[in-house]
């Protein structure tokens, strides 16, 4: 009995499903509430995602303000003069403008010859425009970079109470601004300007001063020397007070025998070098002017630049009928020297390094040192004699048309009147037209050759030129003199043609055998 009151009694099935509805009533709520926000704030964040990880945006750059000032804004066509003065300006002097504008504005186009500017008491002064144009737009147009200081107590701290260089323009309109420009700032990008008598002092670039720091001079024209070809070279004469007088001339090259067409005229008529010949022409060609430097009409002016005597005088004529003339005067400074140009009275300089050939401008260098250079094509006959013998080289010339349509001169050569091989006749030819002289024949020369020659060779020519005769005269015991034509100037030395002499007795004796 005690055994079953404490034996549990079982519930059934319908108490024990509402035991547990009740028990599900009881649980707390926020669990879900947890859930419902995390989902809440998912979608969200999708949403909102670009927008959350996006950089910031920047806030709106606002431009500093501008620290310029226009000291100058005139038209072009409102410049009337500008005087340019200052402490490195000597002398002082005005442009003033000869141009004028149609309405609009435009430059009216002036008749040839007729200066745009002029200088004021100087109006035949030839400017150069392009100078005087930069002038012009900086004494119209001129902006400062900034305010250095509007009430300057001291203004030589900037260099402007005694201004280096001033400009004094007058407008149209009849304004005017004077422009005085000082020191150099110290960051070296500009200068320090005022404007009239103020003592606002502003910090321009460095145009201004580039435009208005000129000497007159400097604004002149500078004549430049003819277009020249050396190739187009006609004749050159140089004259020097310490050397003999030199006369180039291009000759024909049918007429000049050798091959350089180039002749001395002066001061012997004879072959000129065919390389220092050209070189020296070369030079003349390339000469420039550097720069104006004045004005000389009287001796007395001239004087100042040494050309009342002039040191040297260079003409040079081109077939196109181009000429120089140029008188080298004293020098100017280290690397330059006065002179003129065709004659006038404008005195220039130029660079001493362009005058260099004058140097070489000698007879000694200039003349052509073979005895005798004949081109071969010109060539009939050679003949040698001298030692007992006579030796004839003969070169028959014809005329072939090549497939291209030019002309070969075909040769075929001979000795005494027999074929000849090529090689060793032109060996022969180049020996006896490829003799040097050693020197020039001394002047007041007392010395009386030998009447009869120790070699002579004679050539015929097919150029219509009469046959060429030099010979080789005995001088003293070392050497001969060239006696070529009427003309007797060099010596050579007497192994030299006894060298020849003998190479022609050895081809004689190979062609015989």
């Not at 201004?163 to 004077?178: E, I, N, R, S």
């Not at 009427?486 to 060298?499: G, P, S, T, Y």
């Amino acid at each position: 009995m005690d055994d079953e009151k404490k034996r549990p009694v079982l519930q059934s099935s319908e108490a024990l499903k509402g035991n547990k509805a009740k028990a599900r009533k009881k649980r707390p709520k926020w669990p879900l509430l947890v859930l419902l926000l995390l989902v809440a704030g998912g979608l969200w964040a999708a949403v909102n995602r670009t927008t959350l990880f996006q950089k910031p945006a920047e806030p709106e750059a606002t431009a500093a303000p501008s620290t310029k000032v226009v000291l100058i804004g005139k038209a072009v066509k409102d410049f009337d003069q500008v005087t340019i003065t200052g402490l490195g300006i000597s002398p002082s002097y005005t442009i003033r403008s000869q141009i004028d504008y149609d309405e609009e504005g435009k430059e009216i186009e002036k008749p040839e010859g007729a200066a745009r500017y002029l200088v004021v008491g100087d109006p035949s002064f030839a400017l150069n425009d392009m100078l005087v144009d930069r002038m012009l737009q900086s004494a119209t147009s001129i902006t400062a970079q900034s305010t250095v200081i509007q009430d300057a107590q001291d203004l030589s701290v900037y260099g402007l109470a005694a201004p280096q260089l001033t400009a004094h323009v007058v407008y149209k309109d009849g304004t005017k601004a004077t422009l005085n420009i000082g020191d150099k700032m110290p960051t070296g990008l500009g200068y320090y300007m005022n404007i009239d008598d103020q003592k606002t002092v502003y910090a321009v670039s460095t145009t201004p001063y580039t435009d208005f720091n000129r000497q007159l001079n400097e604004l002149h024209v500078v004549k430049q020397p003819p277009a020249m070809d050396p190739l187009e070279v006609k004749k050159v004469l140089i004259e020097q007070t310490d050397k003999p007088t030199i006369e180039l001339e291009q000759r024909d090259p049918t007429q000049a025998q050798g091959l350089n067409a180039l002749w001395m005229q002066q001061p012997y008529e004879i072959e000129a070098h065919m390389t220092r010949g050209n070189e020296l022409v070369d030079a003349i060609t390339k000469i420039t002017i550097a720069a104006y430097a004045g004005h000389a009409d009287t001796p007395e002016e001239l004087a100042k630049f040494g050309l009342d005597s002039p040191a040297a005088r260079v003409v040079y004529e081109q077939n196109d009928g181009a000429k120089l003339e140029l008188s080298i005067g004293a020098q100017a400074d280290d690397s330059h020297r006065y002179c003129t140009l065709d004659g006038s009275g404008d005195v220039y300089t130029v660079e001493t390094g362009l005058l260099s050939f004058l140097a070489d401008a000698t007879p000694a260098l200039l003349v052509d040192q073979f005895a005798g250079l004949v081109n071969i094509k010109y060539v009939d006959t050679l003949t040698v004699t001298g030692q007992g013998a006579a030796h004839e080289l003969g070169i028959k010339h014809e005329t072939v048309s090549n497939e291209d349509g030019t002309e070969t001169d075909k040769q075929t050569f001979f000795y005494a009147g027999q074929p000849a091989e090529e090689k060793p006749f032109k060996t022969l030819y180049q020996e006896i037209i490829g003799m040097l002289f050693d020197k020039f024949r001394p002047e007041n020369d007392t010395i009386q050759p030998g009447a009869t020659p120790l070699a002579t060779v004679t050539f015929k020519l097919n150029n219509g030129q009469p046959d060429r005769v030099i010979e080789y005269l005995p001088y003293d015991d070392d050497y001969c003199l060239i006696q070529d034509g009427d003309r007797a100037l060099f010596l050579i030395k007497k192994q030299k043609v006894e060298n020849m002499l003998d190479m022609c007795a050895a081809f004689a004796a190979t062609s015989a055998g």
